[in-house]
């Protein structure tokens, strides 16, 4: 933690700083973790770090879709309704 940085400022950067990287966050939170970052020293080396991870993941796991009876049973449990009684 550097200069006038509080912790409670750094624990949130911290915390959220996969949202950041995503895109995630509401402009108002977006300035302020990267109004952070440009001040401290400590969270911006872990968000580098993060971004290296991201980056070596997205790489190494190309996506393959998946097929179309895998992706069909999928839709098909996430949009049907089932009701059990229990005596």
């Known amino acids: ?3 006038d940085v ?3 400022d750094c624990s949130e950067a911290l915390h959220r700083v996969f949202e950041y990287l995503d895109g995630e966050m509401a402009t108002e ?8 970052l440009a001040h401290c020293v400590e969270c ?4 580098d770090m993060d971004t290296m991870v ?7 796991c190309q996506p393959e879709p998946a ?12 949009t049907s309704v089932e009701i059990r009684y229990q005596d």
């Open 54 to 60: 991201k980056a070596l993941v997205k790489r190494s």
């Open 1 to 3: 933690m550097s200069g």
């Open 6 to 8: 509080s912790e409670a």
């Open 44 to 47: 911006l080396r872990q968000y």
């Open 29 to 36: 939170d977006h300035d302020k973790i990267a109004a952070h």
């Open 67 to 78: 097929p179309a009876r895998l992706r069909m049973m999928v839709v098909q449990s996430i």
